[in-house]
Nanobody
Framework: VQLQASGGGLVQAGGSLRLSCAAS????????MGWFRQAPGKEREFVAR????????YYGGSALGRFTISRDNAKNMVYLQMNSLKPEDTAVYYC?????????WGQGTQVTVSS
């Protein structure tokens, strides 16, 4: 299983970024997909997840109302649209794939929000 996250970068507060995660080596449409983040010195935090069909999405408190998770099962891609970014959103963002007890993680992509 390979999960390749991209789209991070440096953005000013109030700006937007769209993260992408390309998945390979798994039956993508059977896996729920998620985004987590980890800031320096902090534990990894749940951001959002989306069901295998894309019909249901769930968000952590920090993401609710500002971030949107989506997926394209035809392209084996999951996305995280992040709007109204705040300096506290600065972190390494990771995507993961989950099916039952099977969980795979990708490498992260750095998001830095300047004030």
């Amino acid at each position: 299983v390979q999960l390749q996250a991209s789209g991070g970068g440096l953005v000013q507060a109030g700006g937007s970024l769209r993260l992408s995660c390309a998945a390979s080596g798994l039956p993508f449409a059977r896996y729920a997909m998620g985004w987590f983040r980890q800031a320096p010195g902090k534990e990894r935090e749940f951001v959002a997840r989306i069901s295998s069909s894309g019909g249901s999405a769930y968000y952590g408190g920090s993401a609710l109302g500002r971030f949107t998770i989506s997926r394209d099962n035809a392209k084996n891609m999951v996305y995280l649209q992040m709007n109204s970014l705040k300096p506290e959103d600065t972190a390494v963002y990771y995507c993961n794939a989950r099916r039952g007890s099977r969980v795979s993680w990708g490498q992260g992509t750095q998001v830095t929000v300047s004030s």
